[in-house]
């Protein structure tokens, strides 16, 4: 519940956050909380990938327990601030595939420390003197600054900045580390170069070789030091971000069917245009296809068999989409009314229909237990990658359905289970919320499993509640048809 309460206040300062520039060494950890010193990280190596509209880091570190106790608590420090930006962060054993991952959860060591983590919890604490390699991903919201912010052209080049610290994050001293840095370019204004004292073969730092660029080797670094550098770098394609992504799943076995339906509020993070959008020069350039900023079509692919697939926003029903659906794919493309620049907004909905039988089926053995499996969400898949700031998934069951459990390798930040009425209903469809932020399109194919009792007697409620329905309004018309209603004459009853 802490936990839970700690994240939607992240969230909430994750909307006005800042990103701090201060370009310096220093400590980031507050004097009055110290993760205790029971770890070492022998050798550390990390990536940061800045190929897509988001940054996405993995560390693989080797980590030695040092105390004289067995320990499995393990701490992963991010500047205030930062943390509400991060998302899908997750450890794994690097040498045991078979594990799932570890526990992550962000916790609150003091409201006004600079400095906030996540803590890691081991499913097996590790022994005096043993070694664990950690495989630790995730990724960064907002973290991409267009620089310049406006651009003179619509047709120009954008550049972003991006503030890191050259050594990777850690609660624990480090004996030897590297950071390697990929770009999708070597278009690259800038990117310091910072003192070879640093560098623990003496070499200069950052070592380029084509769009890497390498930090380090970097020998007997303390616990919580940073060393705040920046890239500026070319990447002129769109920054898609999603402050509200809502998605309804809603099962009808009466009817045999799935429906989905996802309401999207986009924007563009990209530079903005100094001048008006000239749609003649857009035309124009579209003829040789240039780089540009502007997001200009959403390709949604779908799970094969959907149909009847819908495209609507503000204004209406969007024609310029298309909807292929044949026996080896599903797909969605869907054109905007405008190509949308930087700093500009679109919101807009889509939805489709599944067979039932392709996410549904009858538990083995229990005629009145059923297992759903569906993407968590969908969205467009674009080359350039796009952000969630916040899902809310919601699975709409028929009338009577009651959950058994769910599940998804998604973090889910708070569900809950509602009544849904709508329409013909008595007494409404069991709804399962799941609300989660931070996410990135790389995590749309993971699965959303929800298993359900429904049993045959509200499974034919619907057709009885109709059936019935129908008797009353026969029997009701016969009763009046046989009223005589004549002006000036008693009525009765035949
Ligand atoms: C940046 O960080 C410094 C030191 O932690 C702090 O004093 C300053 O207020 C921060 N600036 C912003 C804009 O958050
Ligand atoms: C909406 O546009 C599509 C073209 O993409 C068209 O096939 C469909 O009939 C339109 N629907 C309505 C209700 O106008
Ligand atoms: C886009 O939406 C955000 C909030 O989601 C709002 O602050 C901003 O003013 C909008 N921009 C435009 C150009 O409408
Ligand atoms: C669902 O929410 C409740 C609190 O409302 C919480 O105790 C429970 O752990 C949550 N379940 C999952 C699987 O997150």
Known sequence: MRSLQWALAALIAAVSADSNLTEKSRNILPSTFKPPQVFRNTNLVRNI????????????????????????????????????????????????????????????????????????????????KAQITLAISYYALSALTPKPSRLDSQNDKQYLHYAFSAYAPSAYATANQKTKLKLSTTDVPDAPILPSSLNSEGKTDPQKQGSTYTYGPYADVPAGATQDTHVRYEYTHPLPHSSLLERDVEISHWGGNAAFEERHWLSNRAATLKNQFSRVAYQQAAYYNPPSTALKELRYPLAIGSQDAYFIDDIGNVSTSRFRSNLREANLELKPRYPMFGGWNYSFKTGWNSDLSSVVRALKGKSDEFVLKVPFFEGPKLSEGMEYERAVVRVILPEGAKILTWDTTVPVISNTTSLHRTFMDTVGRTTLTLTSINLVDELRDRELIVTYEYPFSARFRKPVVITLGLFVVYIASYVIGNLDVRIGKKSKVA
């Open 49 to 128: 990938n800045l190929d897509k509209s988001y940054p996405r880091e993995t560390i693989n570190v080797i980590v030695e327990n040092i105390d004289a106790k067995a320990q499995s608590e393990y701490y992963i420090p991010f500047v205030a601030g930062d943390i509400a930006r991060i998302g899908a962060l997750e450890v794994r054993d690097k040498k045991d595939a078979t594990t799932g991952p570890f526990a992550a959860e962000v916790v609150e060591i003091d409201p006004y420390s600079a400095t906030e983590y996540y803590k890691i919890t081991f499913p097996t604490p590790l022994a005096p």
